[in-house]
């Protein structure tokens, strides 16, 4: 049976997360940067649901999990200070 609710937060997730290195990062990146959005998504609301904490709308793991994916792949996968393009992870460690 498909989760309506589930699908969607995970496409938001995934928006979210390539909205912080969005301009400067190349076509492929932002697939992968929104693809580990939407997982790290499915895991935070997990465990939101097992530690029982109200939230619906799953507002918290789709804003917060994945942003700071989003914010973390700035420094994995930007072009002028990314750890992927040889730049020793100078903005990951920022």
């Known amino acids: 049976m498909y989760d ?3 699908m969607a937060n ?10 912080a290195p969005c301009a400067n990062i190349e076509p492929y ?5 929104g693809l580990i959005g939407s997982i790290v998504y499915f895991f935070i609301s997990k465990l939101v649901k097992i530690i029982k904490i109200d939230d619906p709308l799953d507002a918290f793991a789709v ?3 994945a942003g700071m ?3 973390l792949s700035v420094g994995a996968f930007d072009l002028d200070y990314g750890f992927y393009y040889g730049h ?3 903005q990951l460690g920022t």
Do not use: E, P, Q
């Not at 995970?10 to 909205?19: E, R």
């Not at 990146?29 to 940067?33: G, H, L, R």
């Open 4 to 6: 309506v609710n589930l």
């Open 10 to 19: 995970g496409i938001l997730a995934g928006l979210v997360s390539v909205t």
């Open 29 to 33: 990146a932002a697939f992968i940067i």
């Open 63 to 65: 804003h917060y999990g």
């Open 69 to 71: 994916w989003g914010i």
């Open 88 to 90: 020793g992870g100078k």
